[in-house]
C-alpha cells in the first residue's frame, strides 16, 4: 500500500531517535530476515503487550508476517530498546483471532479502520465487523526473550 511506503520509514526513524516516546507506546518496530532473500527487513506496526508477550495483526494480503513466520527468532525495537523475541504466527483458527482482534482494538482503536472494523460510540468494535474480517487477519504474536 503506497500510504504505508511513504508512512513507514517516516515512524521507523521516529521510534529509533530519541524521540521515540511519542510513538513507542504502541508502535514498535520488528527487525527480521527475508525468508528468500535473507536480508535484513524491518516494519513498524501497532502492538499490545501483556506480559512477556507482544501481540500484532495484519492482513494475510500483507507480506512481511510470512516472513516472520520463517524465522525462528526476530527482534524488536520496543520502547526504545532491543529485544530478541520468538515469533507465534495464528492465521487459520479464525475464532481465535477475532477474539485477539477485538481486545487489540479496544486497547488500539486507531487500527479499527485499518481493519475494516468499525467502532461504536463507546469504542468497543462492532462484533460483525470482527468476524467478516477475522478470516482474513493474521495475529502475530512475539515472546520476549529474557
Not at 57 to 74: G, H, Q
Request: charged share 25%; aromatic share 6%; net charge positive.
Amino acid at each position: 500500500m503506497l500510504l504505508y511506503k511513504i508512512l513507514n520509514p517516516i515512524v521507523s526513524t521516529l521510534l529509533n531517535s530519541p524521540l521515540h516516546g511519542i510513538m513507542s507506546g504502541n508502535t514498535l518496530i520488528i527487525h527480521f530476515k527475508g525468508r528468500k532473500s535473507g536480508r535484513a527487513l524491518s516494519t513498524p506496526v501497532s502492538y499490545t503487550i501483556d506480559g512477556d508477550c507482544v501481540r500484532c495483526f495484519t492482513s494475510k494480503s500483507s507480506l512481511w508476517w510470512k516472513n516472520v513466520a520463517a524465522c525462528d527468532t526476530v527482534e524488536v525495537l520496543l520502547k526504545g530498546k532491543r529485544h530478541g523475541a520468538t515469533p507465534s504466527i495464528e492465521t487459520e483458527d479464525a475464532e481465535l483471532i477475532a477474539e485477539q482482534l477485538t481486545r487489540f482494538l479496544r486497547r488500539v482503536p486507531r487500527d479499527a479502520k485499518f481493519s475494516g472494523v468499525a467502532l461504536d460510540k463507546s469504542g468497543e468494535p462492532n462484533r460483525e465487523d470482527i468476524l467478516k474480517v477475522a478470516p482474513d487477519m493474521v495475529c502475530v504474536e512475539l515472546h520476549l526473550s529474557h
